[in-house]
């Protein structure tokens, strides 16, 4: 079965440091990956995808995810946090649809 | 501006009385779907829509309906609802298929008591 895992709950970074959101992926087929961001009461917006090409991909807000076919990850990567950066954030596989359970990322001033 | 709207935002019902979320987007996709959000669980798919007409299930459809009679407009009815339907509901469109970029509605809150 197609799934999508994050193995963090919560990642906390203080602000101006490097922030990573780790994803890893189990899929049969090409690995259509996403990142998308929650913000409270609000709905998800797209941060990134990786379809094929190269691997390290850039989004908005200064994100970029890097993908890593051998170790079958797609992590989430920004090099200085900000504080407005605090979210929750989605990996999912396009293909069928399928997110992970989401990161909560909270950025210290 | 380019948007998908759901109505209404919060919803407080009981147990076995008929809803329908309504769910239009602008932007003329094809691709449209509803979703569910509970905590812990990230979102999982109710149904999909490719296209006007077309319609198939998702992850976690029972207790749902959904119709595609326009392009823009993809409700979801919950015929008799029961308290695990609480939740938060979003709306998603793109222009095709799901590998494509999904913008999503702001979410419904329904608790069904």
């Known amino acids: 079965a197609q799934s999508v895992a994050q193995p963090e709950d919560q990642v906390n970074v203080a602000e101006g440091n490097p922030l990573t959101v780790k994803c890893t992926y189990s899929?049969?087929?090409?690995?259509?990956l996403f990142w998308y961001v929650q913000y409270p009461n609000r709905g998800l917006q797209f941060l990134l995808k990786?379809?094929?090409?190269?691997?390290l991909v850039k989004g908005s807000y200064g994100f970029e995810a890097e993908f890593n076919k051998s170790q079958t990850s797609f992590h989430l990567k920004k090099p200085s946090a900000l504080v407005s950066d605090s979210a929750l954030y989605f990996c999912?596989?396009?293909?069928?649809?399928?997110f992970g359970p989401g990161t909560r990322l909270s950025v210290l001033p | 501006e380019a948007q998908v709207t759901q109505n209404p935002r919060y919803l407080i019902t009981v147990t076995g009385k008929k809803l329908t979320v309504t769910c239009s987007q602008n932007?003329?996709?094809?691709?449209m779907s509803w979703y569910r959000q509970d905590p812990g669980l990230g979102l999982r798919q109710i149904y999909y829509?490719?296209?006007?007409?077309?319609?198939d299930k998702g992850d976690v459809p029972e207790g749902y309906k959904v119709s595609r009679k326009e392009k823009r407009n993809f409700p979801l009815i919950l015929e008799s609802p029961s308290p695990n339907q609480t939740s938060l509901y979003f709306c998603?469109?793109?222009?095709?298929?799901?590998?494509?970029?999904?913008?999503f509605g702001p979410g419904t809150r329904l608790t069904v008591l």
């Open positions: 999912a596989y396009g293909q069928n649809f399928v």
């Open positions: 932007m003329n996709h094809e691709y």
């Open positions: 998603a469109s793109s222009i095709r298929t799901a590998r494509d970029e999904q913008f």
């Open positions: 829509s490719m296209n006007v007409e077309v319609t």
């Open positions: 990786y379809i094929t090409g190269d691997n």
């Open positions: 899929v049969s087929g090409n690995p259509y």
